[in-house]
Antibody, heavy 120, light 109 residues
Framework: DVQLLESGGGLVQPGGSLRLSCAASRFTLTSFAMSWVRQAPGKGLEWVAVITGSGGSTHYADSVKGRFTVSRDRSSNTLFLHMTSLRAEDTAMYYC?????????????WGLGTRVTVSS | EIVLTQSPDTLSLSPGESASLSCRASQSVDNNYLAWYQQRPGQVPRLLVYHASSRDTGIPDRFSGSGSGTDFTLTINGLELEDFAVYHC??????????FGQGTKLEIK
């Protein structure tokens, strides 16, 4: 079965940076569109960023554009989210999620998430 | 950006009853690329329905999705205790981007 395992979350001060990782197993990450989705405490789901399969183009929600960068490493089959200029409103559980194709489709596999808390 | 509005925010029902959850889009969702997810407390979202009406593998047939254009519905017939959870709709017609609704909490009455 497909496995996604996030790591890298933690407590960070406002204005700080953090890099999240999502290790993928049993599929080739670069063949599929991979997204980061977050969920603030008690709130709904918010799509954050995506990197498409094959071409690897990236797209971001307006709320994180210019501050977050999604990338991937082919050799380790790992997805990353580099977060800078963090704000209190970035506090959330961050999930990586896989789509069935290189560009679109629903999220049919999710990781367990990693928690990010932005606070002084 | 397509904004999705779910209603109601909270739905209180008893086991055995049927639930009808609504998801309305600010503009037409092309190809009916609309999905529904279930999220139980402390758990990861699980895909229930995609393409508005196709059940994902292993999803019981008491879950059904319908709708097109801007109005979509998730119906759950014969509620079981395990069905009380939060339900999220998502549009992916703007792939690779997408957007979610704010969620509907289905609680036991």
């Amino acid at each position: 079965d497909v496995q996604l395992l996030e790591s890298g979350g933690g407590l960070v001060q406002p204005g700080g940076s953090l890099r999240l990782s999502c290790a993928a197993s049993r599929f080739t990450l670069t063949s599929f569109a991979m997204s980061w989705v977050r969920q603030a405490p008690g709130k709904g789901l918010e799509w954050v960023a995506v990197i498409t399969g094959s071409g690897g183009s990236t797209h971001y929600a307006d709320s994180v554009k210019g501050r977050f960068t999604v990338s991937r490493d082919r050799s380790s089959n790992t997805l990353f989210l580099h977060m800078t200029s963090l704000r209190a409103e970035d506090t959330a559980m961050y999930y990586c999620a896989k789509r069935p194709g290189p560009i679109g489709g629903p999220f049919h596999f999710w990781g367990l998430g990693t928690r990010v808390t932005v606070s002084s | 950006e397509i904004v999705l509005t779910q209603s109601p925010d909270t739905l209180s029902l008893s086991p055995g009853e049927s639930a009808s959850l609504s998801c309305r889009a600010s503009q037409s969702v092309d190809n009916n690329y609309l999905a529904w997810y279930q999220q139980r407390p402390g758990q990861v979202p699980r895909l229930l329905v995609y393409h508005a009406s196709s059940r994902d593998t292993g999803i019981p047939d008491r879950f059904s999705g319908s709708g097109s254009g801007t109005d979509f519905t998730l119906t759950i017939n014969g509620l079981e205790l395990e069905d009380f959870a939060v339900y999220h709709c998502q549009q992916y017609s703007t792939a690779p981007m997408c957007s979610f609704g704010q969620g509907t909490k289905l609680e036991i009455k």
